[in-house]
């Protein structure tokens, strides 16, 4: 399915880089402020520009954004992928109406005698926590659930890295109100809908949990869990990727960090889907987000989906020039 991304909506599109100073003044630094050709009396008439093959300079744009654009606090670790908010945001935006399109084609939401769900969500490769955390800040505003249909909901996050996990971890607290423990719903399937026990503008408390090098598999914290969202912004880099950092977003090229594996970047995505299948509830989903090429990593993705036995779907997104592709597995019973 070919989506366009509505222009008015500046959540899917970003913001102006003038406008992202006034969230952030440090991107000031960075910026450069022209007169527009004719109209140089004009105060109104500016360009502003950053170099965007600067990593510090996307690092503090991208700052702004998320506070001006999502109201949250981020920072990001100095060796880490510098993630696209925009991205991010329409991703969690996708994988929420895919979960609501599956929830209302499964169960009368309006039966005043529906059974309330306990929901769990899984992230991998949180780097900084921003997926998670865009995941527990929308997750109710998004899907417009209620105590009456939610019993709770339970966010893990992993990574193999402490020292990202540690920044995601203080992600999460600066967007709080209040002193709350990251850990509060640990080892409580019975927590009576988060959103209310939480005084936080972030809905749905998150653990971020070190995977020691595991995808879901061998985690003991997750031994006991199915879930019923398993979500990964993948790596994506083939085996044969070059280490620079223009093409690496500014992030370390570490193998374990940013290469997939296989031919076209694939090996990570489709042994996640052979794990995943394993851990989700029926009508659960596996969801992941890639670029627009190569075309042959997303057939070898949707192809390992199909072979699981689990039911395809898939977005284009299209806003300007940009082209993403969400894809889904399903669990069908």
């Known amino acids: 399915m070919k989506i366009e991304i509505e222009k008015e909506d500046e959540k899917f599109i970003g913001l102006k880089i003038k406008d992202a100073i006034g969230h952030n003044e440090n991107l000031k630094k960075y910026v450069i402020i022209k007169d527009k050709e004719n109209n140089k009396n004009n105060k109104n008439n500016k360009t502003y520009k950053i170099d965007f093959n600067s990593k510090k300079a996307v690092y503090e744009y991208n700052v702004g954004i998320l506070k001006g654009l999502y109201d949250l606090n981020m920072q990001f670790h100095s060796n880490a992928l510098v993630p696209t908010p925009v991205n991010r945001y329409t991703f969690v935006y996708y994988i929420l109406n895919e979960f609501m399109n599956i929830m209302q084609n499964t169960y ?3 039966d005043i005698n529906i059974k309330p769900k306990n929901i769990n969500v899984l992230e991998i490769g949180t780097g900084s926590g921003i997926l998670s955390i865009l995941m527990s800040k929308y997750f109710y505003e998004l899907t417009k659930l209620d105590d009456k249909l939610i019993n709770s909901i339970n966010i893990y996050a992993t990574d193999i890295k402490e ?5 995601a971890r203080k992600n999460y607290n600066n967007n709080i109100n209040g002193n709350i423990n990251n850990n509060i719903n640990k080892n409580n399937k019975n927590n009576k809908n988060n959103k209310n026990n939480i005084n936080t503008k972030l809905k749905v408390p998150v653990d971020f949990i070190n995977s020691k090098g595991n995808l879901i598999k061998n985690i003991n914290e997750l031994s006991d869990y199915k879930f019923d969202i398993i979500f990964t912004y993948p790596p994506y880099y083939s085996d044969h990727s070059v280490a ?9 090229a570490e193998k374990v960090e940013l290469i997939g594996g296989g031919k076209y970047g694939e090996k990570f995505s489709e042994q996640l889907i052979e794990e995943a299948k394993d851990f989700l509830n029926e009508n659960g989903i596996i969801a992941f987000m890639f670029p627009d090429k190569p075309e042959e990593r997303r057939k070898l993705v949707e192809k390992k ?3 699981c036995n689990l039911e395809l779907d898939k977005y284009e997104i299209q806003s300007g020039k940009r082209k993403r592709h969400i894809i889904f597995g399903i669990k069908k019973e």
């Open 305 to 307: 989906i199909i072979d």
């Open 163 to 167: 020292e990202y996990l540690e920044i």
């Open 244 to 252: 620079s950092v223009r093409s690496f977003g500014g992030a370390d």
């Open 108 to 110: 009368n939401l309006k």
